[in-house]
């Protein structure tokens, strides 16, 4: 769906809010799950030897994702430093490119068969979404393009939102992390339409 294009407020309280709560999920996740990285003894590297140095490719393609996506929601950024808006685009999309089709591959052959069906949608959903955002700027729509975009970083942010009940051990999820991750896919689609939408509603 596409909106006319209009310029968000100087400084949106509710983006400031996603995007504080994204970091403090971030660092969450990085403290509880991901501190094996830097323990070469830590029993997980066994566990992952058959597709290890796969791993660690998309590891540093997602988080090059992870960190080059939001400069591509920054108003000021896109103003007054549209070279790095571009570049940190182009990053972002490279970045995409790389981590996707792997997360997909050693979903499909290394992930137990719960995950089995759910790995290259989620892969091939981000792939698909990015793909789409870059051909809308290169074709100058900008309203499109802003939401392909926001739609591509929610299933980026699906890597830290389904790690974040890993901290807290005394929640149950209802279906477990499988049903979890279907559920953080079709948020990632569902929500932009819906704040582009409200937001819309609420200039008219």
Request: with cysteine.
């Amino acid at each position: 769906m596409a909106f006319p294009a209009a310029r968000a407020p100087a400084h949106d309280p509710l983006k400031w809010a996603f995007f504080g709560l994204m970091g403090l999920f971030t660092l969450l996740v990085f403290f509880v799950d991901e501190l094996f990285w830097f323990d070469p003894a830590h029993k997980f590297w066994a566990h992952v030897a058959p597709y290890r140095e796969l791993l660690i490719v998309h590891a540093l393609a997602g988080t090059t994702a992870l960190l080059a996506g939001p400069l591509q929601f920054s108003g000021t950024i896109r103003r007054r430093w549209p070279r790095l808006h571009r570049r940190s685009g182009w990053t972002y999309v490279i970045a995409v490119a790389i981590a996707a089709p792997l997360a997909g591959y050693i979903g499909t052959t290394h992930l137990p068969e719960a995950f089995r069906p759910e790995q290259p949608v989620q892969a091939g959903g981000w792939f698909l979404a990015t793909a789409i955002a870059l051909i809308c700027i290169l074709r100058r729509n900008v309203p499109l393009h802003r939401a392909w975009m926001m739609r591509s970083y929610g299933f980026c942010l699906i890597f830290i939102l389904s790690r974040v009940p890993d901290a807290f051990p005394g929640i149950v999820i209802p279906g477990g992390t499988v049903t979890l991750l279907w559920w953080l896919m079709v948020a990632a689609l569902l929500v932009p339409e819906i704040v582009m939408t409200t937001r819309e509603l609420g200039r008219s």
